[in-house]
């Protein structure tokens, strides 16, 4: 059995990695040298939540039960998602009912903490250090000592509060906050009994998000001579030279992981989904929405949509989920959804271009498309090179930002995967995975029989 330990970098783009900064990230090119890598196939949509939970459960996003931060409840309203949503049990459930020690570290979606065989630190959705962010206890005090703890989750309290930062405080909150994971990351390495271990970095997907316009040249809003367009690439050597120091105090047994959730995309702008469902009326907001609107921009939220007098609503940044509503349509219901799918992949460019956009039907690409949260359509503008906005209070059609800030890049398709190890075959690189093949290579190596539920194969690694 080998033990596996797993470097997470959320968003972690393999054109950036394997093509253009392999030469400058040391660690990361020896592991792809010695063992195999390939670009991963995200989940649809390729959600952070969503997919590193697909990740670690084998399952697809309508198993899940995620597709987004937020769903619609029973009653209509707009809830955030949390631990309590998944519907199904992750790596180290399964490891736990085997008598597997495990250590995870900000994997999303695991706030409030449910009790593991080893520790658990919930992610970037966690309220705050508090009993329910860490298990056990004990490590509240641990990371307590690390510095502020305000910072410790994410850079900024709030759901997409970094976009509303200057360049400089963000980038000052990123390295504080990685500082604080990574010391906990080493100090737990060496100072608990584990088989799994796993830290998840959101540090990229926060700069990534914020910063790709100050060094893409090919961005519309390119920002020339920028003092931070080597910022990112600076992180990520950073994390490199942190990498190599992490993976000097791991046993000699154990076997290697690098992983994103998804890539990232430049963003060229965001379409007001809301805005044009409304000009065609299929979509109506009640008053009090209405009058929400007259005093400025605001989040969308599906208790804003009056249900009596609606066809079809919009949810979702980067990709759109679209909920047709089935009562008001009725017979009318399958010739509405073609027509749909027709009219929003004619939609142009701010500039009247044709766009490249993908419209997926639910049961085309889900397993369980009768989950209430599962969206009748996932669009992709321009494959995800233009932005879904949904927000309310927009002007127009497009726009370049949302109600809490402006970003300029997205989530892209597919992430990175290097694995590496004594148990691991030197193959270089790979055809392109499935991002779901990670938990059954994990429990393969581990040694530990996969469950009949997860249907999908390992990646074939020695
Ligand atoms: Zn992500």
């Not at 030469?23 to 670009?39: F, Q, R, S, V």
């Not at 008598?99 to 309220?127: C, D, E, Q, R």
Request: hydrophobic share 35%; proline share 5%; net charge neutral.
């Amino acid at each position: 059995m080998s033990k596996v330990f797993i470097f997470g970098i959320d968003g972690a783009s393999p054109k950036l990695i394997f093509e253009e900064w392999l030469d400058e990230l040391p660690t990361i090119k020896k592991l792809t040298e010695k063992g195999l890598y390939a670009k991963l196939n995200s989940t649809i949509p390729p959600s952070t939540i969503t997919a590193w939970n697909s990740m670690m459960s084998g399952k697809d996003s309508s198993e899940l039960g995620i597709f987004s931060f937020t769903y619609k409840d029973k009653d209509g309203q707009t809830k955030l998602v949390d631990s309590n949503n998944i519907r199904c049990d992750r790596v180290w459930d399964i490891l736990s009912q085997q008598n597997k020690k495990s250590i995870v570290l900000h994997v999303p979606l695991t706030y409030p903490v449910k009790p593991v065989n080893g520790i658990m630190v919930s992610g970037f959705l966690a309220l705050g250090l508090d009993n329910q962010s860490v298990y056990p206890l004990e490590i509240k005090e641990k990371i307590e000592q690390l510095g502020n703890p305000d910072f410790f989750f994410d850079v900024a309290v709030g759901l997409g509060r970094h976009k509303a930062l200057e360049i400089d405080e963000l980038l000052k909150r990123v390295y504080e906050m990685t500082k604080m994971q990574l010391s906990l990351a080493k100090d737990l390495l060496i100072s608990k009994e584990w088989d799994f271990f796993m830290t998840m970095l959101i540090g990229t997907d926060r700069l990534q998000h914020m910063i790709w316009r100050h060094f893409d040249k090919s961005h519309r809003r390119f920002i020339e001579n920028s003092p931070h367009k080597n910022a990112l690439k600076n992180y990520y050597i950073y994390l490199d030279k942190e990498l190599a120091k992490i993976i000097k105090l791991l046993p000699p047994d154990t076997t290697t992981i690098v992983v994103s959730d998804h890539g990232m995309i430049k963003q060229e702008g965001k379409i007001n989904l809301n805005n044009w469902l409304m000009e065609k009326g299929y979509l109506v907001l009640t008053d009090e929405a209405q009058e929400k609107i007259k005093q400025g921009k605001t989040r969308f939220k599906f208790e804003f949509v009056d249900m009596e007098k609606t066809k079809v609503y919009g949810a979702g940044a980067y990709n759109a989920r679209v909920f047709l509503n089935k009562q008001n349509l009725g017979e009318e219901l399958a010739s509405f959804r073609q027509k749909l799918i027709q009219d929003l992949k004619e939609i142009p460019d701010d500039q009247g271009n044709p766009l490249d956009t993908k419209v997926y039907k639910k049961e085309d690409i889900y397993k369980k498309p009768e989950n209430p949260e599962c969206p009748d359509l996932t669009v992709y503008f321009d494959d995800l090179r233009w932005a879904s906005n949904p927000d309310l209070g927009q002007e127009g059609l497009y726009s370049w930002e949302s109600a809490v800030g402006a970003d300029s890049a997205g989530h892209a398709r597919q992430g990175i995967f290097i694995i590496a190890g004594d148990k691991i075959k030197n193959k270089g690189k790979i055809n392109d995975i499935d991002i779901r093949q990670v938990t059954p290579t994990i429990l393969r190596i581990m040694e530990v029989k996969k469950p009949e539920d997860i249907d999908i194969q390992p990646i074939k690694v020695d």
